[in-house]
């Protein structure tokens, strides 16, 4: 079946430095690939998505590219803040009527 | 519009006591779905539904029911709380098609002592 594995955290970093988090994918079909943010106390909310190969996803700086030929989505932001210190999860969606696929999720720590 | 409302917020039960989470969503989306958060772990889907009077299991199913009458809503019920079940539940919805993002409540802090 589909799954997502994504880089083990925590991960901690000083502000202002590169953050990437690996994200791949096993898919049969051509699923829509996803990154939610859970930040302390709350639910996830969607910070990005793309839904065919080559399509980059972008939102308050993170980034991601859909790359079909390694079957990976990874995030990216050049200069991470205080406050994106959250838990990151990456996700995919093969059809509308079955659940997402979500992976462990990452903890990210960003210290002043 | 509200999205997805989840009440409580927080419940403290005794083993072996039933209650029910309640999930409403605005949207008339038809997928629903319910999600438990354990500390330090990611999330594991319990119960989903695809739209009114269909329902299937997750993951982690047992111990929980689900039913769902309406669009709207999609209770979940625990029968006999036993302390296992002590985790954070999420209610989720999402419109039709793989592209669609899924909408999460806010979340239920449930404890079973």
């Known amino acids: 079946g589909d799954s997502v594995t994504q880089m083990e955290g925590p991960v901690t970093l000083s502000e202002e430095a590169f953050l990437t988090i690996n994200c791949t994918y096993t898919?049969?079909?051509?699923?829509?690939l996803f990154w939610y943010v859970q930040y302390p106390g709350e639910g996830l909310q969607l910070l990005l998505k793309a839904t065919k190969a080559d399509d980059k996803g972008s939102n308050k700086g993170f980034e991601a590219t859909y790359r079909k030929e390694t079957t990976s989505f990874h995030l990216e932001k050049g200069s991470v803040q205080v406050s994106d210190s959250a838990v990151y999860f990456c996700a995919l969606s093969d059809s509308g009527n079955t659940p997402l696929v979500f992976g462990k999720g990452t903890r990210l720590s960003v210290i002043a | 519009n509200a999205g997805v409302t989840q009440t409580p917020k927080f419940q403290v039960l005794k083993t072996g006591q039933s209650m029910t989470l309640q999930c409403a969503q605005d949207m008339n989306h038809e997928y629903m779905s319910w999600y438990r958060q354990d500390p330090g772990m990611g999330l594991r889907l319990i119960h989903y539904s695809v739209g009114a009077g269909i329902t299937d299991q997750g993951e982690v199913p047992n111990g929980y029911n689900v039913s769902r009458s309406t669009t709207e809503d999609f209770p979940l019920r625990l029968l006999s709380a036993a302390p296992s079940q002590t985790s954070v539940y999420f209610c989720a919805s999402r419109g039709r098609g793989r592209n669609e993002k899924l909408f999460f409540g806010s979340g239920t802090q449930l404890s079973v002592l």
């Open positions: 898919a049969t079909g051509y699923p829509s």
